[in-house]
C-alpha cells in the first residue's frame, strides 16, 4: 500500500518548455488535489478533482491544467514553463471532498532555469 | 488569499517543554485540520477539529478551536527533537476546498 505516489521527484526545465507531473493513489479515493509551496509559504491549491471525470480550478490556476485519467490517477501539466512556476509541487487525495484527511505525496520539486 | 495564519512564524524550545501554536481564520468553516511537514517531506495530517467541538486530544497534541474569536492552537506537550518540523492549519471552507496558512516552524533543541 504506496499511499499517494509522485514522479519525478526532481526536475529542472528551461523556460518554455513543457512537462507532466504524474500522481496516483491506491487507497481508492474519490478526491485528488495538486498544490503549490512555495518557500516560506503555505500551499495553494493549483486544481482539483472531486471525482473521476471532474476537475475544477483552485486558488492558482493559470499556467496549468490538469487531467484525471481515472480514479487512481491525475496528472498536473506546464505547457510553457515559467521561472515563476519554480516551486514544490504536491499531490493529495481524500476520500471526499474537503471535509476528510487529505494524503500527501512526497512532492515533486521543479526548477524553471 | 490565505485563509490561515498561524502565530509564530517560528518557535524555538527545549526538548520536554511545551509548544504552542496558534491558527486565526476569516470566514465560518465546516472543520479545521493540523498538518505536519518534516523538511523536504510532504504533509502528515496530525487531527481534525469539527466547528462544532471546543478541544480535542490525540497523544501528545491538544487542539481547541474557538469559533467565535475564529481561531485555533495546537499544543505539543513534552516535546521531542521528533517534533521539529513545520506545522500548518488548513480550514475547509464548507466543501470548497483546504486553505493552508503559512505555517509555523517549530525546532526543538536537545
Known amino acids: 500500500n504506496a499511499g499517494v505516489t509522485q514522479t519525478p521527484k526532481f526536475q529542472v526545465l528551461k523556460t518554455g518548455q513543457s512537462m507532466t507531473l504524474q500522481c496516483a493513489q491506491d487507497?481508492?479515493?474519490?478526491?485528488m488535489y495538486w498544490y503549490r509551496q512555495d518557500p516560506g509559504m503555505g500551499l495553494r491549491l493549483i486544481y482539483y478533482?472531486?471525482?473521476?471525470?471532474?476537475?475544477d480550478k483552485g486558488e492558482v490556476p493559470n499556467g496549468y491544467n490538469v487531467s484525471r485519467l481515472n480514479k487512481r490517477e491525475f496528472s498536473l501539466r506546464l505547457e510553457s514553463a515559467a521561472p515563476s512556476q519554480t516551486s514544490v509541487y504536491f499531490c493529495?487525495?481524500?476520500?471526499?471532498?474537503?471535509?476528510?484527511?487529505?494524503?500527501f505525496g512526497p512532492g515533486t520539486r521543479l526548477t524553471v532555469l | 488569499s490565505q485563509q490561515g495564519e498561524e502565530d509564530p512564524q517560528a518557535l524555538s524550545i527545549q526538548e520536554g517543554e511545551n509548544a504552542t501554536m496558534n491558527c486565526s481564520y476569516k470566514?465560518?468553516?465546516?472543520?479545521l485540520q493540523w498538518y505536519r511537514q518534516n523538511s523536504g517531506r510532504g504533509l502528515v495530517h496530525l487531527i481534525l477539529?469539527?466547528?462544532?467541538?471546543r478541544e480535542k486530544h490525540s497523544g501528545r497534541l491538544r487542539v481547541t478551536l474557538d469559533t467565535s474569536k475564529k481561531s485555533s492552537s495546537l499544543l505539543i506537550t513534552a516535546s521531542r527533537a521528533a517534533d521539529t518540523a513545520s506545522y500548518f492549519c488548513?480550514?475547509?471552507?464548507?466543501?470548497?476546498?483546504?486553505?493552508f496558512g503559512p505555517g509555523t516552524r517549530l525546532s526543538v533543541l536537545p
Open positions: 487507497m481508492n479515493h474519490n478526491s
Open positions: 477539529i469539527r466547528s462544532n467541538e
Open positions: 478533482s472531486a471525482s473521476e471525470g471532474t476537475t
Open positions: 493529495a487525495s481524500s476520500a471526499g471532498l474537503a471535509a476528510d484527511t487529505q494524503y
Open positions: 470566514t465560518s468553516i465546516n472543520n
Open positions: 488548513a480550514t475547509d471552507n464548507y466543501g470548497q476546498n483546504f486553505v
